[in-house]
């Protein structure tokens, strides 16, 4: 059936995934499990070609994926939204080896846009590639790769080497020489996701890595990454949405005033209250849906639905889990009650580029007919 792949994700997610959240982000340890199950269940390979082994599902089934491991561990769902977002470049541009070591799950993808010079504005790479007989010298100071440590394969933007274009792409074998990383993560929330600074010093790559035209790279940013990586992006704020609104309501619904012999959920302000988060989360999500529809279908809005719809589930996961831990009260401090390690997840979506501020500026261009970029 088409949609098993669901199926396989409640197993792995109900017998891993969340049994590991809690300690993947009191440790800030990578979720070694989490991930390894999900390639044992051939979810790494959900969106690789059956070409090379994989399952050859698109963007929806990925945002769709994502949310689900969201509603349990946001740093899992950071760590597969990148290797998908890889994963997509390397099926259009990539080598068949890399292509099946992505699909079975040997291999890890992430990228590495932003960087120290130009930070969140990833279109605009300041980091060198110099050619080099055969070879390619990259040198850069990326700011932040997910899954840093771990990746094998890392999809790499840079300078041009000629001199035409504002950027062209890599695949960077990750850990080799010249490749490192700066060190453990410990970050206020995604706290597994293991992403750290990146510096490349003299690090060679064969020419032929190139993915993509050299000078061309916004083309694979535009065309390749953003739109999935916008579906993907917001599907993990819908998923810690989900995952944070069932368990505030289950907090509501037992947790007792003894001398007035009723429970929180009795009171009519928190009632009204979980009514306004769920309407924007279901809004939130069905803008999301018709945006994967609209990517899936090629439709003429699909940029459009995609810049909105990261904004949207950014904002809504800022804004309901602040409304979740309001609820929940003096007790949403508290671990157990499974509400705050939500709310420390949801504040990356709308810092990570495209940021909510930069998809404002980019949408209010498109609807006045300016140029985005
Ligand atoms: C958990 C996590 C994981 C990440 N993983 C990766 C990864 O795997 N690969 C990768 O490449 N990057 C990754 N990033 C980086 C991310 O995509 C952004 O580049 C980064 O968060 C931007 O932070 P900064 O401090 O550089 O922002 P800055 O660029 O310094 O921005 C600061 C503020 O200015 C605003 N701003 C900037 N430009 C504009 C503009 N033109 N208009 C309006 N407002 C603007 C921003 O919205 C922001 O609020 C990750 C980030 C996080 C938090």
Known sequence: MADDYLNSLASVVGDVIAPHAAA???????????MRALGEAGLLGLVSAPAVGGMGHGAKAAALTVEGVAKACGSSAMVLCMHYAATFVAEQFGSEADRKALASGTGLGTLAFSEAGSRSHFWAPVSSARADGDEVVLDAEKSWVTSATRATHVVWSSRPVGGEGMSSIWMVPGGGAGYAPKGPFDGLGLRGNDSSPVTASGLRIPKTNLLGEDGKGMDVMLGAVLPRFNLMNAACSLGLIGGSMANTIEHVKGTRYQHLDSVLADLPTIRANLARQQIRYDATRALWLDACDAVEQGRADAMLRVLETKAAAGEAALEVLAACMRMCGGAAFRKDVGV??????????????????????????????????
């Open 340 to 373: 705050e390690r939500f709310f420390r997840d949801a504040q990356a979506a709308s810092v990570m580029a495209p940021t909510t501020d930069q998809l404002y500026d980019f949408l209010g261009k498109a609807l006045c007919g300016m140029p985005v970029f």
């Open 24 to 34: 993947v982000d009191k440790d800030a340890k990578f979720p070694e499990a989490s």
